[in-house]
């Protein structure tokens, strides 16, 4: 669809019928500043990819912990914590 609207603006420029509102649409898409929103916008999307990493990451490293935990606590002869204590436990 957008292809198809895409393709009509360019014919209607070619042929000198193009609505100002197209020319100044295209004409924006081309500008530095256009360009210069994508990349922030693709930055911004970089960044929060990152952010969704670290924080699934953390959430890893944090099983981890309670496991070493539960574990140290099995090789010491002390009951394990129920599994729904556990989580609600600061044992960090």
């Given at each position: 669809?957008?292809?198809?609207?895409?393709?009509?603006?360019e014919?209607?420029?070619?042929q000198?019928?193009?609505?100002?509102?197209?020319?100044?649409h295209?004409?924006?898409?081309?500008?530095?500043?256009?360009?210069?929103?994508q990349?922030?916008l693709?930055?911004?999307n970089?960044?929060?990819?990152?952010?969704?990493?670290q924080?699934?990451?953390?959430?890893?490293?944090?099983?981890?912990?309670?496991?070493?935990?539960?574990?140290?606590?099995?090789?010491?002869?002390d009951?394990?914590?129920?599994?729904?204590?556990?989580?609600?436990?600061d044992?960090l």
């Amino acid at each position: 669809m957008v292809s198809l609207a895409t393709d009509l603006a360019e014919e209607q420029i070619r042929q000198g019928t193009a609505s100002s509102q197209v020319i100044t649409h295209f004409l924006k898409l081309g500008s530095t500043r256009e360009r210069l929103e994508q990349e922030r916008l693709e930055h911004e999307n970089q960044l929060l990819a990152v952010k969704k990493e670290q924080i699934e990451s953390q959430q890893r490293i944090e099983e981890l912990y309670i496991d070493a935990i539960k574990a140290m606590r099995s090789y010491a002869g002390d009951m394990p914590l129920p599994e729904e204590n556990a989580e609600d436990t600061d044992i960090l």
